[in-house]
């Protein structure tokens, strides 16, 4: 199982990002998936999760409103577009997979629910 993160960079405060995370190596049926972020210094934190079937959503109070995770599972590929970056957002931002069986339309928002891991891609933000 792979996960490939992409997308990261180095943007001013208001700028816009998508993040793109590819999964391969078998079938994820059933797999929600999500991303996740760690700054220096600080502990790992959910940022959005997905449900496999799409229709549910979860994100931390902090991006509310300006981000905004979706999925093509015909791609295997999750994306979190994130617009009016701040510099509080500077982190690695790592997706992840979780396999969640027959519960397709179930979010976890612990990050120790999730088994398959990204490399991480490093998102900065200047003020």
């Known amino acids: 199982v792979q996960l490939q993160a992409s997308g990261g960079g180095l943007v001013q405060a208001g700028d816009s990002l998508r993040l793109s995370c590819a999964a391969s190596?078998?079938?994820?049926?059933?797999?929600?998936m999500g991303w996740f972020r760690q700054a220096p210094g600080k502990e790992r934190e959910t940022v959005a999760v997905i449900s496999y079937s799409g229709t549910n959503t979860w994100y931390i109070d902090s991006v509310k409103g300006r981000f905004t995770i979706s999925k093509d599972n015909a791609k295997n590929t999750i994306y979190l577009q994130m617009n009016s970056l701040r510099p509080e957002d500077t982190a690695v931002y790592y997706c992840?997979?979780?396999?969640?069986?027959?519960?397709?339309?179930?979010?976890?928002?612990?990050?120790?629910?999730?088994?398959?891991w990204g490399q991480g891609t490093q998102v900065t933000v200047s003020s």
């Open positions: 190596g078998r079938t994820f049926a059933g797999y929600g």
């Open positions: 992840a997979a979780g396999n969640f069986g027959r519960y397709i339309d179930f979010v976890a928002t612990n990050w120790e629910s999730y088994e398959h």
